[in-house]
């Protein structure tokens, strides 16, 4: 079953507004992820947050994460025409061995 | 991707042959991962490696095996493959168990006819 589940399904945006994508889970986590899919191309690892931390940044993207209310978000400023992607988030459960990828965010960032 | 490969890139086949496809990762990674993906499911995980000859299921495990001979193949076989097994199908890699991102391969796009 999936842990993680963003939200919203799809974003259309124009060039230069700031993006947000949210996600929750379910169950205790060692540390959420982002990744970013291109079409027909595989997955890029973006950015990894730690259950201890409560904001990360790289470049124009910011993700906080709150355990109390099991839920993340990616925040892309200034967006470009390349950042249209689908998004997804990732979590590790306690424990666990595995990654388990929510159903992603379809972003549209239009020129 | 850099330093992990998929082969092949696409595939049609038809019900019931057996089909191989094969991961190959020059980065010395101690992980591997099979994944699917599927409109409206997502990525779900298939099976995973932690080390050559270690192995074990993930959530969608049902009608497929894999072997890990070496550090730097992962091979994911379809015993019979069916038309459910239609796919896009993704190896990812990891250096290590818990705080590190995955590299993923460009996938393969499987077809059971």
């Known amino acids: 079953s999936q842990q993680g589940e963003e939200d919203p399904q799809a974003l259309s945006i124009q060039e230069g507004e700031n993006a947000t994508m949210n996600c929750s889970y379910k169950?205790?986590?060692?540390?959420l992820q982002w990744y970013r899919q291109n079409s027909g191309r595989g997955l890029v690892h973006l950015i990894l947050?730690?259950?201890?931390?409560r904001e990360k940044h790289s470049g124009r993207l910011r993700v906080t994460l709150d355990t109390s209310k099991k839920s993340s978000s990616l925040l892309i400023t200034a967006s470009r025409a390349a950042d249209t992607a689908s998004y997804f988030c990732?979590?590790?459960?306690?424990?666990?061995?595995?990654?388990?990828f929510g159903k992603g965010t379809k972003l549209s960032v239009i020129p | 991707d850099a330093g992990i490969t998929q082969s092949p890139r696409h595939k049609v086949t038809e019900t019931g042959t057996p089909v191989t496809l094969r991961c190959h990762q020059t980065?010395?990674?101690?992980?591997m991962y099979w994944y699917r993906q599927d409109p409206g499911h997502g990525l779900r995980l298939i099976h995973y490696?932690?080390?050559?000859?270690?192995?074990d299921k993930g959530e969608v495990s049902d009608g497929y095996s894999v072997s890990r001979s070496k550090t730097e193949d992962f091979l994911l076989t379809l015993e019979s493959a069916t038309s459910s097994q239609t796919s896009v199908y993704f190896c990812?890699?990891?250096?290590?168990?818990?705080?590190?991102?995955?590299?993923f391969g460009s996938g393969t796009r499987l077809t059971v006819v």
């Open positions: 990732a979590t590790r459960g306690a424990g666990s061995y595995q990654l388990t």
């Open positions: 169950t205790s986590i060692n540390n």
């Open positions: 947050i730690r259950s201890n931390e």
């Open positions: 980065e010395n990674h101690r992980y």
């Open positions: 490696s932690y080390g050559v000859k270690d192995t």
């Open positions: 990812a890699i990891s250096p290590g168990d818990f705080n590190y991102g995955y590299t």
